[in-house]
């Protein structure tokens, strides 16, 4: 910065320039858990279809055990019935016991034949269970990947900030306390932009442009002379 004479102007570009990569870094810092949520959704959404198949699959598992319940049930009954027949002497009593045990053993029927298609069923769920946790897994892994690439590029920024931080600080030590009060004021009230060059005689903070007397003045960088707008340290940077 041979064209800057004063020097605190000139710790104050470099302060300012320290500044503005601090606050790209927290920046992109804060973006983080938006990019982390973001290529999640496809791990979230593999996992919310395993555990639909997982319901389907334990209900229709829990709708064939109740079945096989019944089942059981029915040809108990079955069973205490045809048990009855040697007891039977009456051939009205007989008919109408025989009846009965038509109706269970139609029943039986329909059970046995309800437990066939859950059966079936269990099998095609089980085969989407089986491709949906696959699907996790492979999901799983892409986010782990991409996660363990963005926790390294975290901790490149954190290292970055550190340093940075660090130099601003040994900057901020050699400016006059004033001077640097007032630029901190500026970082704070001008959207972290404190200390600005000049182009083509218009604040390029503000955008307003320079008086020529003061745009003469700027020019030589000799000196802290402020934006009337903007109140923004001005500076002039040759082509």
């Given at each position: 910065m041979e064209y800057i004479s004063n020097d605190q102007l000139k710790l104050l570009i470099q302060i300012q320039e320290k500044d503005s990569y601090i606050?790209?870094?927290v920046d992109k810092q804060k973006t983080i858990p938006d990019i982390l949520a973001s290529i999640k959704g496809n791990l979230d959404k593999a996992q919310a279809e395993l555990s639909n198949a997982n319901q389907e699959y334990d209900k229709a598992s829990k709708d064939r055990r109740d079945l096989e319940g019944e089942l059981k049930s029915t040809e108990d009954?079955?069973?205490k019935l045809k048990e009855r027949i040697p007891e039977i002497k009456k051939n009205t009593e007989y008919h109408a016991l025989l009846k009965e045990i038509t109706v269970f053993e139609k029943e039986k029927s329909d059970i046995e034949e309800?437990?066939?298609i859950l059966l079936e069923k269990l099998d095609t769920l089980k085969d989407v269970k089986s491709k949906e946790e696959h699907t996790v897994k492979e999901e799983e892994t892409k986010f782990l990947e991409k996660k363990?690439?963005?926790e390294a590029d975290f901790n490149h920024?954190?290292?970055?900030l550190k340093e940075l931080e660090s130099q601003k600080a040994s900057l901020s030590a050699l400016i006059d306390t004033k001077i640097?009060?007032?630029?901190n004021r500026l970082i704070h009230t001008r959207r972290g932009l404190a200390v600005v060059s000049i182009q083509n005689e218009h604040c390029l903070g503000c955008h307003i442009r320079i008086p020529p007397q003061i745009f003469s003045e700027i020019r030589k960088n000799d000196k802290i002379i402020s934006c009337l707008s903007c109140q923004r340290i001005l500076?002039?940077?040759p082509a």
């Open positions: 606050s790209e870094i009954k079955i069973r309800k437990i066939l363990g690439k963005i920024l954190s290292n970055n640097l009060a007032e630029y500076y002039w940077k």
